[in-house]
């Protein structure tokens, strides 16, 4: 009986495992990468209103909430949101059976695989919510979970845990682009303009993300420190916050500009990514 359940046990592993290998996940999750590509270009825009004097919201709930909102936005919303759980799929199936890379160690090729499906299963959740039409605005969902756990015994604890490690990841951001360390993920082109088009905007791009990032933990350590939830506003806050700041609508311009080089990085990390 125990011999049965193992070998049926090994099979479906091997059944997920060629699953998570087959070329049609394949082709879906790199259409992920262009979806979440296409909404980081959006994103961008909407901070570059921001640096304008504009209203707007500047994350990926206003990000979505503009992409619903153009023609034929329910259909690309489910599309997007077809394409982001694919790769968060792929990414999964990266950390479970652990692919062989030669470009990094397996426990960091896990690691990243892990945290990569975390972020594209919750972009996936996001963009699921808008098509369902029960979407709500990151600003609000930020503040809310952060009055939520500053009430917790140890919320605060949690919190500041919770800045620091998007501080963190801020820094990772903007070390891998200066560095133009994400190179190693990606078959770059071999003439001469398109490969520098991809670098250029894969520097450009990880660096503002970093420092997007950094500005997000920022607010979440001041407002907990400050026992004041409510300016825990994801980045749209942070962004805002910027522009208030001494030259602050020009400094907000650039990272906008940033963020599309981003979103447009990702849109060619489609083609060109080591899957």
Avoid at 109 to 130: D, G
Wanted: with cysteine.
């Amino acid at each position: 009986m125990n011999k049965g359940a193992n070998k049926a046990a090994r099979a479906a592993v091997k059944s997920a495992e060629a699953a998570s290998n087959s070329r049609t996940l394949e082709t879906a999750a790199r259409a992920g990468f262009a979806a979440s590509g296409v909404l980081h270009v959006l994103v961008g825009a909407i901070a570059f209103q921001l640096a304008r004097g504009l209203n707007g919201e500047a994350d990926v709930g206003g990000a979505v909430a503009q992409l619903a909102a153009r023609p034929g936005g329910p259909f690309l919303l489910w599309a997007c949101f077809s394409a982001c759980a694919a790769l968060a799929l792929w990414q999964a199936g990266n950390a479970v059976f652990g692919k062989p890379s030669a470009h990094a160690k397996p426990l960091t090729a896990r690691v990243s695989a892990s945290a990569q499906a975390v972020v594209f299963a919750l972009l996936s959740v996001t963009l699921l919510s808008f098509a369902l039409g029960s979407g709500k605005s990151n600003r609000e969902s930020s503040s809310d979970l952060t009055v939520a756990l500053i009430r917790t015994p140890s919320g605060v604890v949690i919190l500041l845990l919770a800045g620091a490690a998007i501080i963190g990841a801020g820094i990772f951001f903007a070390v891998r682009g200066v560095r133009a360390s994400f190179r190693k993920d990606l078959f770059l082109p071999g003439e001469a303009v398109p490969r520098r088009v991809v670098l250029t905007a894969g520097v450009a791009g990880y660096a503002s993300k970093g420092c997007a990032l950094l500005l997000v933990g920022l607010l979440v350590i001041l407002a907990t420190l400050r026992q004041q939830p409510e300016q825990s506003t994801g980045l749209d806050g942070g962004l805002k916050a910027l522009r208030e700041q001494p030259y602050g609508p020009y400094l907000l311009a650039a990272l906008a500009l940033g963020l599309v080089c981003y979103g447009c990085f990702l849109i060619l990390k489609a083609k060109y990514a080591r899957m």
